[in-house]
């Protein structure tokens, strides 16, 4: 697939996303679809496939959405939107009293008010404050990705929670939605899927006032339960194998 993609008048960009750099950002649309219809290729070292917010605009949240016929990610590199939900304070499942961190999927850390725990896919939300001192981290933003063909990370693919400073709470995890749509074809041209590390987690996980963690839905295969070891929460419509 890549070498015809190299090989062809296809536009990297256009008909594809190629990315070769090392310690590379690159932004896509905020909210719309992103369509690469011949494959997108994370191949340098620490590269960030995240969205482009616009800063004139404070209520603008992060939700990526792309349509692909194949996604590849090598080692260090990463679709990321942590930070890009709800900020401080805000958010259906809000820190509610000083410090306490966000919740979503499950409950922030010293939250003791009760909390609408979402099944549906949303943005994560803020940690609360600390006494006019320390300001909550942000929630999670939402990633959703269509795939035709082939999932093959070897990275991150994570929508967590942002950290409190100075003592806020942390926000929670957001959502991931992941649709592949290739495994309709005959059982014997299945391609191979590597879903490697997935996380929708409230920061600090294993501190006080964590953020709760968010929610991830996997559509199209029924997850081998090796899988389901690196993808934290666990898919909320799982199907073990």
């Not at 959703?144 to 942002?162: A, V």
Request: glycine content about 18%; overall charge positive; aromatic content about 8%.
């Amino acid at each position: 697939m890549l070498s015809f993609a190299l090989n062809s008048n296809l536009r990297n960009g256009v008909d594809f996303l190629l990315v070769a750099e090392n310690k590379k950002t690159i932004q896509l649309k905020n909210n719309e679809w992103n369509y690469y219809n011949f494959g997108i290729f994370l191949l340098g070292e620490n590269i960030i496939l995240t969205v482009k917010l616009n800063s004139f605009f404070t209520t603008e949240y992060g939700h990526l959405k792309i349509k692909t016929s194949h996604l590849w990610i090598k080692h260090s590199s990463k679709i990321d939107c942590s930070g890009l939900g709800y900020p401080t304070d805000q958010g259906p499942g809000k820190g509610k009293s000083v410090c306490c961190g966000g919740g979503y999927g499950t409950k922030g850390e010293g939250n003791n008010e009760k909390e609408t725990l979402l099944k549906q896919i949303h943005f994560g939300s803020g940690g609360g404050n600390a006494l006019g001192i320390g300001v909550g981290g942000s929630g999670g933003g939402i990633i959703e990705l269509i795939i035709e063909q082939q999932l093959i990370n070897h990275g991150l693919i994570q929508s967590n929670g942002g950290d409190g400073i100075s003592g806020g709470g942390n926000g929670s995890g957001g959502s991931i939605l992941i649709e592949l749509q290739c495994q309709s074809q005959s059982h014997s041209n299945k391609v191979k899927q590597t879903f490697g590390t997935i996380t929708c987690i409230g920061k600090n996980q294993n501190e006080e006032y964590k953020g709760g963690k968010g929610r991830i839905a996997i559509y199209g295969i029924e997850l081998p339960s090796d899988d389901i070891l690196k993808i934290d929460p666990i898919p909320f419509n799982r199907i073990h194998k």
